[in-house]
């Protein structure tokens, strides 16, 4: 079993920054993906930005250039820092831990993030 916890997040001014912090715990072994996904009011759930133990990124088209993702293997922790935050980003924030081996997806409780104008 795998646990996921975010921290972080919270309310700041557009252009702004703010990190979010995501540690994982339990069976991870091998190739496995770690990242962020997004989900707005009365949208659906979104990808921000993901990134594989060895260091292959993605990023949605709406945060490349602003948003960075990083993690510690070791640690099994994974980072989103956000730069130049606008309103639109506002959102609910899910930390993801996926496993390809078994195809087995792993969210966190997710973490508020609210933009101010």
């Known amino acids: 079993q795998v646990q996921v916890v975010e921290s972080g997040g919270g309310l700041v001014q557009a252009g702004g920054s703010l990190e979010l912090s995501c540690a994982a715990s339990?069976?991870?072994?091998?190739?496995?993906?770690m990242g962020w996904y997004r989900q707005a009011p009365g949208k659906p759930r979104e990808l921000v930005a993901t990134?594989?133990?060895?260091?292959?990124?993605n990023y949605a088209d709406s945060v490349k250039g602003r948003f960075t993702i990083s993690r510690d293997n070791a640690k099994k922790v994974v980072y989103l820092q956000m730069n130049s935050l606008k309103p639109e980003d506002t959102a609910v924030y899910y930390c993801?831990?996926?496993?390809?081996?078994?195809?087995?997806?792993?969210w966190g409780q997710g973490t508020q993030v609210t933009v101010s104008s």
């Open positions: 993801n831990v996926f496993l390809p081996l078994n195809t087995r997806n792993y």
């Open positions: 339990g069976s991870i072994f091998g190739i496995n993906v």
């Open positions: 990134m594989t133990n060895g260091g292959s990124t």
